[in-house]
């Protein structure tokens, strides 16, 4: 059974303090990682897809690394507006299993 | 504007009964799901389609139904709903995931259900 497990469950921070989120997952066989974000009352928000140990992918203050056993969310100089629930899920070619989130605070 | 809808977006029922919330997606995806959201939970997986006529259980798939008879549709059914049903529901659709790779997921905005 595939798992994902993500940490912290929550994170304050000052606007401008970088930080970084934790994804470790156990899976038969690795597909896709994924990362979404989430404001509350709404869907989760696709942010980025990593296929292979070592790739990087970067959208404004936001950067995802994986390896074999983890992924990590860097998140430099946040602002408030980056506040939400960022999820990652691992996918193969027919099911996708969540984490439950790590919650953002970026406090101005 | 390609997007997932659901609906309702709210709605409050009583045990026993039935009653379907839609789904549907504008984007010609071959995959489409949906998920329970449940604090503490996360995201968990009910079931899944492939493609057209083709659904399968994921991981907490008891009390529900499905069905894929056109490609941008996939209503969750309750034939006879229960209070540990009351949740937020997500329905999401992606590009096949088939051939190996992963697509990435669009969401809904949300059914939130309560069964009294």
């Known amino acids: 059974e595939d798992q994902v497990t993500q940490s912290p469950e929550a994170l304050r921070l000052q606007e401008g303090e970088s930080s970084s989120l934790n994804c470790s997952y156990t899976?038969?066989?690795?597909?896709?990682l994924f990362w979404y974000r989430q404001d509350p009352g709404k869907g989760p928000e696709f942010l980025f897809t990593?296929?292979?140990a070592g790739e990087e992918k970067e959208k404004e203050r936001l950067k995802a690394t994986l390896t074999k056993k983890e992924s990590f969310l860097h998140i430099t100089a946040p602002k408030p507006e980056d506040s939400a629930t960022y999820l990652c899920?691992?996918?193969?070619?027919?099911?996708?299993?969540f984490g439950t989130g790590t919650k953002l605070q970026v406090i101005p | 504007e390609a997007q997932v809808t659901q609906n309702p977006r709210y709605l409050i029922t009583v045990t026993g009964k039935k009653l379907t919330v839609t789904c549907s997606q504008n984007?010609?995806?071959?995959?489409m799901s949906w998920y329970r959201q449940d604090p503490g939970l996360g995201l968990r997986q009910i079931y899944y389609s492939m493609n057209v006529e083709v659904t399968d259980k994921g991981d907490v798939p008891e009390g529900y139904k499905v069905s894929r008879k056109e490609k941008r549709n996939f209503p969750l059914i309750l034939e006879s709903p229960s209070p540990n049903q009351t949740s937020l529901y997500f329905c999401a659709s992606s590009l096949s995931l088939g051939q190996g790779f992963p697509y990435e997921q669009y969401f809904g905005p949300g059914t939130r259900l309560t069964v009294t």
């Open positions: 990593l296929y292979s």
């Open positions: 984007m010609n995806h071959e995959y």
């Open positions: 899976v038969s066989g690795l597909r896709g």
């Open positions: 899920a691992v996918g193969d070619y027919q099911k996708v299993t």
